[in-house]
């Protein structure tokens, strides 16, 4: 009841400030802490490990690259994060409001060896903890242990509906891997079965590009058959060196056919699709998704109240596609950083996208795929300027968001003392 109070003041403070545009007067909702550089896989898609570039090779001039050119002294290839600098990092991030925190990477959360505790200091604290992963280091002791240690969310990365693709999708691998994390994930139902806190709820996340486009259904079915809550799928980002992978107009039309049976079987068995873009956006008739600078044209980025990114070396960056570093938790407090001048200089430059027409400085606001979160945000806050882009517009539910991901679950998840 007073961790409900507490975030709807939280939630209240944020809104306040994306509506008046004046500074943060809190922490962000949530935050992504990006655990391990190190990665054990190279997929097609990938512009953090791409497959076309040498492990030892400078990487190419496109997205993230320009992050890691900005800060020459990362290791991009074998860093992850050190768990003093973690439970500072919660600490702070506790301290001003926060509670949802996302085990992400730029590589794979798995290959910190101390992911483990790191859940379990986040859920210490009683927040909302998920991790993204590959999958392929999901044994059934590191299952079992996030069950007991009250995880709340899994997003596994799969990418494939059908064994033989998994191969040409994640190159360092083949099916054994796709059976061996369809096991794991069917056996972590068993795992879940009397436990007090019922989690971590399943999300199956797939890329959709040329190899995998034809397997939506297949996709879907595997979701059902592991047991999973929501089946997230995305298309590919095209940068630099993958443009192979993209789809023709005919192609991205068949897509959304399959797209729609796909949700209708899926709504059948009460499993949640998340599709970005949305769904039809490319049938005959459609003019397609529009762009995210055309969406930036009409209304603001309001990421800098909610959101923030924190990478292995502590480097706080406002969104995935900002390059600037607000600053680095391992020198000052989040809060700090959250409050300062180059923060607030952002925050300027993002709420100001629909006057300036162009991306905020050093971001990739026209690659942005924080779109459809800025126009739900938008749309909520200003109930009569709502800005609709496309018929059927789908938005985030904040009620629900906030209800099943914050409040109800960090209520009964499991209440410990200090990690082991
Ligand atoms: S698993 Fe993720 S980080 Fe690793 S290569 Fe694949 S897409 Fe990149
Ligand atoms: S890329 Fe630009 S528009 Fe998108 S979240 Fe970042 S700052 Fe905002």
């Keep these: 009841m007073i961790a409900g109070v507490q975030q709807l003041t939280h939630l209240s403070k944020i809104g306040l400030g994306i509506y008046t545009k004046k500074r943060a007067f809190c922490g962000p909702l949530w935050v992504q802490i990006g655990v391990s550089n190190r990665c054990n896989y190279r997929c097609v898609m990938c512009w953090d490990h791409p497959t076309f570039v040498p492990k030892d090779d400078p990487y190419p001039d496109s997205i993230t690259s320009k992050y890691y050119r ?11 994060m050190d768990f003093a600098l973690f439970t500072k ?25 101390d992911l483990m ?53 994640h190159t360092s691998e083949d099916a054994t891997t796709f059976f061996r994390i369809k096991e794991a994930l069917v056996g972590l139902n068993q795992l879940k079965v009397g ?22 259904g297949e996709m879907v079915g595997l979701a059902q058959e592991v047991g999973a809550k929501q089946a997230i799928f995305k298309h590919a980002v095209l940068y630099d060196g993958i443009s192979f992978l993209g789809l023709t107009e005919e192609e991205k039309g068949e897509l959304d056919r399959a797209l729609i049976e796909a ?56 969104c995935c596609h900002c390059f600037s ?11 700090r950083i959250w409050r300062s001048e180059p923060y607030e200089r952002f925050r300027d430059n ?41 018929p059927g517009q789908r938005e985030y539910n904040p009620a629900q968001l906030l209800s099943s991901l914050v409040l109800k679950r960090t209520a009964r998840g499991p209440k410990r003392g200090r990690p082991r």
């Design 70 to 80: 900005n800060n020459p002294g990362i290791d991009r290839s074998s860093k992850v």
């Design 89 to 113: 990092t919660i600490e702070d991030l506790h301290a001003v409001g926060t509670r949802r925190v996302d085990l992400v990477g730029r590589g794979e959360p798995f290959l910190n060896e």
């Design 117 to 169: 505790q790191m859940v379990a200091f986040v859920k210490g604290k009683g927040m909302y903890c998920s991790i993204s992963t590959n999958g392929s280091l999901l044994t059934e002791q590191a299952l079992s242990r996030l069950v007991g240690e009250g995880l709340d969310q899994l997003i596994v990365s799969l990418n494939t509906g059908r064994p033989e693709t998994y191969g040409k999708i």
């Design 195 to 216: 436990k007090e806190s019922a989690g971590p709820i399943v999300t199956l996340s797939f890329v959709l590009c040329k190899s995998n486009f034809r397997e939506v």
């Design 263 to 318: 949700e209708q079987a899926a709504a059948r068995s009460g499993l949640e699709m998340k599709l970005d873009p949305p769904i039809g956006s490319f049938l005959p008739g459609s003019v397609g998704p529009p762009s995210p600078m055309e969406v930036y044209g009409k209304i603001p980025c309001t990421i800098g109240w909610l959101f923030a990114l924190i990478t292995a070396d502590g480097t706080v960056l406002p």
């Design 325 to 335: 570093a607000m600053g680095n938790v391992e020198e000052e407090s989040f809060a």
């Design 350 to 390: 993002a709420i100001l996208l629909p006057n300036s027409g162009k991306p905020v400085p050093t971001c990739r606001c026209d690659v942005c795929t924080f779109t459809k979160f800025n126009l739900s945000v938008h749309n909520h806050l200003h109930p009569f300027r709502r800005k609709v882009f496309y």
